[in-house]
DNA sequence: CTTTACGTTTACGTTAACGTCAAGCACGCG
DNA sequence: CGCGTGCTTGACGTTAACGTAAACGTAAAG
């Protein structure tokens, strides 16, 4: 249902239905089309990314041109959504990796920023495993509770 | 801060400044900025979190009571916000843990659901493990980059 | 009995994260 | 050249999750 969705639409521009351009010699690019079907979200959604700054596609002419390193990001966008971050804070994390860490205070920043985000990480990591963990408990009970009623 | 916020309140009516009020022989109930405090949300908070059937406190008149089920939801609420799941969501959940399961075809729903709840988590906690070892990777090619600017 | 400190309801405001038109370019094909 | 298909830019609409203000109730304290 995910790949069918996509009406033939090969044999107008590009060969490929779900890859990149066939574009020999230099790195591939993609369609806003392409990556939001890839990536399972919207064209509004991915210009809303854009428009945040958290991403920046080049331009050829008018159209947007995607790269890998967008699809990079994009990826780091999406699992920070799904971990529940906000889109701004998630900015300024995917923006952390591309930052300038020529000089020493930079890098200090750079790793001051980290050490916050891996503890508030560790954070989630423990109220996912703690979760899990009671998942785990409830289903013994259930279990338990399916027991006593095949003994009936 | 988080404590010293709270204007001594004491001697008014309940004898203790944070713990449930003095009540000899029942169980312990808290009002409505108690748990606000503790939990440090406010008021209007957690009465949205009723307004959508999260929590459902007693009434004494018409104020609100707040007994030990209350803030166990409460903690479950907000862990389960952590984690970036909506409230509507987030009630379907703890409403799992209170359902009936008499009967074998409640109990086998309630299985399923357990069931795809866990594989929901277990996607997070590869988020999260992945964004914490990404994180390490970061950082390691910081710490490179400081000891090159240590020998120069 | 008035004050004070909380608590309650009602209702409109706000922010984030998009959804949903509307209207216009741009290009490749018949 | 017109047509269809996809891309682009506004701009307004929507939903979730509260914030905030108004206006009133109430119970202990002075």
Request: charge should be neutral; proline fraction near 4%.
């Amino acid at each position: 249902m995910t790949s069918s969705a996509t009406t033939d639409r090969s044999g107008t521009r590009a060969a490929a239905e779900a890859g990149p351009r066939a574009d020999p010699g230099s790195s591939p690019t993609w369609t806003i089309a392409q990556v939001a079907e890839e990536f399972d979200v919207t064209h509004r959604t991915v210009r809303h990314y854009e428009d945040l700054g958290l991403i920046s596609p080049e331009r050829r002419g008018t159209q947007r041109v995607y790269h890998r390193r967008d699809r990079t990001r994009l990826g780091l966008i999406l699992r920070g959504k799904r971990l529940g971050f906000p889109l701004e804070e998630i900015r300024t994390i995917i923006d952390l990796f591309d930052a300038p860490r020529g000089r020493r205070t930079q890098l200090e920043y750079v790793l001051g920023q980290i050490d916050e985000r891996r503890n508030d990480l560790e954070q989630r990591l423990r109220d996912v495993q703690d979760a899990i963990a009671e998942l785990g408990e409830f289903e013994r009970r259930c279990r338990d509770d399916l027991g006593q009623l095949d003994r009936a």
